[in-house]
Nanobody, 130 residues
Framework: EVQLVESGGGSVQAGGSLRLSCRGS????????MAWFRQAPGKAREAREG??????????RYADSVKGRFTASRENAADTMDLLLDSLNNEDTATYYC?????????????????????WGQGTQVTVSS
Protein backbone atom coordinates (compact mmCIF):
# COMPACT_ATOMS: atom_id res chain seq x y z
CA GLU A 1 0.00 0.00 0.00
CA VAL A 2 1.44 3.34 -1.07
CA GLN A 3 1.24 6.10 1.52
CA LEU A 4 1.94 9.79 0.98
CA VAL A 5 2.46 12.37 3.71
CA GLU A 6 2.69 16.10 3.04
CA SER A 7 4.38 18.67 5.25
CA GLY A 8 5.49 22.28 5.15
CA GLY A 9 2.24 24.18 4.86
CA GLY A 10 1.52 27.31 6.87
CA SER A 11 0.59 30.96 6.76
CA VAL A 12 2.58 33.51 4.81
CA GLN A 13 2.14 37.06 3.59
CA ALA A 14 1.63 37.83 -0.06
CA GLY A 15 4.92 37.84 -1.89
CA GLY A 16 6.43 35.30 0.48
CA SER A 17 7.61 31.72 -0.02
CA LEU A 18 6.97 28.25 1.33
CA ARG A 19 8.39 24.80 0.69
CA LEU A 20 6.12 21.78 0.75
CA SER A 21 7.36 18.21 0.95
CA CYS A 22 5.77 14.87 0.21
CA ARG A 23 7.24 11.64 1.52
CA GLY A 24 6.16 8.37 -0.01
CA SER A 25 6.35 4.82 1.28
CA UNK A 26 5.11 1.37 0.41
CA UNK A 27 6.49 0.82 -3.09
CA UNK A 28 9.42 1.56 -5.34
CA UNK A 29 9.24 5.33 -5.50
CA UNK A 30 11.25 5.64 -8.71
CA UNK A 31 8.55 3.81 -10.71
CA UNK A 32 5.95 6.44 -9.91
CA UNK A 33 4.98 9.78 -11.38
CA MET A 34 4.25 12.42 -8.76
CA ALA A 35 2.10 15.53 -8.70
CA TRP A 36 0.82 18.37 -6.59
CA PHE A 37 -2.82 19.41 -6.62
CA ARG A 38 -4.63 22.04 -4.65
CA GLN A 39 -8.19 22.63 -3.53
CA ALA A 40 -9.27 26.17 -2.77
CA PRO A 41 -11.41 26.96 0.29
CA GLY A 42 -15.09 26.25 -0.25
CA LYS A 43 -14.49 24.41 -3.51
CA ALA A 44 -15.63 20.85 -4.03
CA ARG A 45 -13.20 17.98 -4.45
CA GLU A 46 -14.14 17.89 -8.12
CA ALA A 47 -12.56 21.32 -8.49
CA ARG A 48 -9.15 20.14 -7.33
CA GLU A 49 -6.54 21.81 -9.56
CA GLY A 50 -3.35 20.27 -10.88
CA UNK A 51 -0.39 22.46 -9.89
CA UNK A 52 2.74 20.58 -10.96
CA UNK A 53 3.98 17.14 -11.85
CA UNK A 54 7.36 15.43 -11.81
CA UNK A 55 7.70 12.34 -13.99
CA UNK A 56 9.81 9.33 -13.17
CA UNK A 57 12.38 10.86 -15.55
CA UNK A 58 12.43 14.09 -13.53
CA UNK A 59 10.67 16.16 -16.19
CA UNK A 60 8.38 18.78 -14.65
CA ARG A 61 5.20 20.40 -15.91
CA TYR A 62 3.21 23.23 -14.37
CA ALA A 63 -0.19 24.81 -14.46
CA ASP A 64 -0.14 28.19 -16.19
CA SER A 65 -1.28 29.83 -12.96
CA VAL A 66 1.94 28.88 -11.16
CA LYS A 67 4.49 28.72 -13.97
CA GLY A 68 7.55 30.77 -13.11
CA ARG A 69 6.61 30.93 -9.41
CA PHE A 70 6.51 27.31 -8.27
CA THR A 71 9.25 24.72 -8.65
CA ALA A 72 8.72 20.99 -8.23
CA SER A 73 11.51 18.48 -7.68
CA ARG A 74 11.96 14.94 -6.46
CA GLU A 75 14.64 12.88 -4.76
CA ASN A 76 14.03 9.20 -5.42
CA ALA A 77 16.73 8.05 -3.01
CA ALA A 78 14.85 9.77 -0.20
CA ASP A 79 11.34 8.98 -1.51
CA THR A 80 10.47 12.67 -1.42
CA MET A 81 9.05 15.33 -3.69
CA ASP A 82 9.20 19.03 -2.93
CA LEU A 83 7.28 22.06 -4.14
CA LEU A 84 8.85 25.48 -3.70
CA LEU A 85 6.22 28.22 -3.76
CA ASP A 86 7.50 31.73 -4.51
CA SER A 87 5.75 35.07 -5.03
CA LEU A 88 2.65 33.77 -3.32
CA ASN A 89 -0.64 35.61 -3.71
CA ASN A 90 -4.08 35.27 -2.18
CA GLU A 91 -5.26 33.00 -4.99
CA ASP A 92 -2.68 30.41 -3.89
CA THR A 93 -4.53 29.85 -0.62
CA ALA A 94 -5.61 26.20 -0.68
CA THR A 95 -5.06 22.76 0.69
CA TYR A 96 -2.19 21.20 -1.25
CA TYR A 97 -2.22 17.50 -1.96
CA CYS A 98 0.49 15.13 -3.08
CA UNK A 99 -0.53 12.45 -5.57
CA UNK A 100 1.19 9.52 -7.24
CA UNK A 101 0.63 6.74 -9.73
CA UNK A 102 2.66 4.11 -11.43
CA UNK A 103 4.09 5.39 -14.73
CA UNK A 104 5.45 3.28 -17.57
CA UNK A 105 8.70 4.61 -19.07
CA UNK A 106 7.80 7.07 -21.81
CA UNK A 107 4.14 6.89 -20.92
CA UNK A 108 1.92 9.90 -21.45
CA UNK A 109 -1.35 10.95 -19.80
CA UNK A 110 -3.24 14.07 -18.80
CA UNK A 111 -1.48 14.81 -15.53
CA UNK A 112 -3.75 17.71 -14.59
CA UNK A 113 -6.81 15.45 -14.37
CA UNK A 114 -7.05 14.35 -10.74
CA UNK A 115 -8.88 11.16 -11.73
CA UNK A 116 -5.73 9.92 -13.45
CA UNK A 117 -3.95 9.65 -10.08
CA UNK A 118 -4.22 6.67 -7.79
CA UNK A 119 -2.70 7.60 -4.44
CA TRP A 120 -3.25 10.74 -2.39
CA GLY A 121 -1.93 12.31 0.76
CA GLN A 122 -4.09 13.97 3.40
CA GLY A 123 -3.12 17.50 2.35
CA THR A 124 -1.35 20.46 3.90
CA GLN A 125 -2.85 23.92 4.24
CA VAL A 126 -1.31 27.02 2.68
CA THR A 127 -2.78 30.37 3.63
CA VAL A 128 -1.63 33.60 1.98
CA SER A 129 -2.66 36.91 3.50
CA SER A 130 -2.36 40.45 2.15
Amino acid sequence: EVQLVESGGGSVQAGGSLRLSCRGSGDTYGRFCMAWFRQAPGKAREAREGVATVGRDGITRYADSVKGRFTASRENAADTMDLLLDSLNNEDTATYYCASRYCAPGGNFNWSNQYNWEYWGQGTQVTVSS
